[in-house]
């Protein structure tokens, strides 16, 4: 009878156990790569050009960090969200390691 009273007990709070997320918190990725900016109200962007195509992801983060960064190879760690209307996804500004006061010649 016990035993079927605490296998009852755990069937009922299966759903509650299944509900909840075991790991709330959003996954972060690590970003290598080189920021740029259009003009003085575009966004900043970090441009891995590690990859074919190279991938492009806004940053959102500190304006005054990243202006002094434009041009310069960092590393940023962060979630990463998808972006609206054709725009490249967001990437939060979480952890920045600079890399290289310098960016990386691409091209073919």
Excluded: H, W
């Excluded at 755990?10 to 075991?22: E, I, V």
């Excluded at 996954?27 to 195509?53: H, M, W």
């Excluded at 962060?78 to 939060?92: F, H, S, V």
């Amino acid at each position: 009878m016990k035993r079927t009273l605490a296998a009852l007990a755990l069937f009922a709070l299966a759903p509650l156990a299944a509900a909840q997320s075991p790991d709330a918190t959003p996954r972060r990725f690590v970003v290598i790569g080189c920021v740029s900016q259009e003009n003085a109200k575009a966004p900043y962007v970090l441009t891995d050009g590690r990859r074919t195509p190279p991938v492009a992801y806004r940053l959102d983060g500190d304006p005054k960090q990243l202006s002094m960064l434009v041009g310069q190879t960092i590393e940023v760690g962060g979630p990463i969200t998808a972006g609206a209307n054709k725009q490249p996804p967001t990437l939060k500004v979480a952890t920045l390691i600079r890399i290289a006061t310098t960016c990386v010649k691409t091209g073919k």
